[in-house]
C-alpha cells in the first residue's frame, strides 16, 4: 500500500500563488504522479500529471495550462504542484494520487489516492 500525504492548501486570493506538496514515506520515482481536484457538486477533473523518472514528461488540463506546474524532488520522496496567478474556479479539493503512468487522457485514474487537502480561492 502506498501512502500520499498532500499538504499545502489553503486561502488565497485571486491571482496569489500555493505549493501544493504530495509525501510519501517510499521512494516515488518510479511511479507517475497525477494531481486531481474536485469541487462541490462537480465531478472530479484531472489537473496534472508527471511521469516516472525514467520515463519523465508532464501533462496538463487545459484550464492550468500557462499557471500551473508539476515537479519532482526524489531525494525528499516528494512532488510539487505550484499553481500561480490562481482563480476561484480553482476551488477545489485537491488530491494526488500515483500509478505506473499517466494514462492516455489527464482524467484517466490512478491507483492510489491521498486524502486531499482543499484550496480556496476567494477575495
Known amino acids: 500500500q502506498l501512502n500520499l500525504v498532500e499538504s499545502g492548501g489553503g486561502l488565497v486570493q485571486p491571482g496569489g500563488s500555493l505549493t501544493l506538496s504530495c509525501a510519501a514515506s517510499?521512494?516515488?520515482?518510479?511511479?507517475?504522479i497525477k494531481w486531481f481536484r474536485q469541487a462541490p457538486g462537480k465531478e472530479r477533473e484531472g489537473v496534472s500529471c508527471?511521469?516516472?523518472?525514467?520515463?519523465?514528461?508532464?501533462n496538463y488540463a487545459d484550464s492550468v495550462k500557462g499557471r500551473f506546474t508539476i515537479s519532482r524532488d526524489n531525494a525528499k520522496n516528494t512532488v510539487y504542484l505550484q499553481m500561480n496567478n490562481l482563480r476561484p474556479e480553482d476551488t477545489a479539493t485537491y488530491y494526488c494520487?500515483?500509478?505506473w503512468g499517466c494514462g492516455y487522457y489527464i482524467n484517466d485514474g490512478m491507483d492510489y489516492y491521498g486524502k486531499g487537502t482543499l484550496v480556496t480561492v476567494s477575495s
Open positions: 494520487s500515483a500509478g
Open positions: 517510499v521512494a516515488l520515482d518510479l511511479y507517475a
Open positions: 508527471i511521469q516516472s523518472s525514467e520515463r519523465s514528461g508532464t
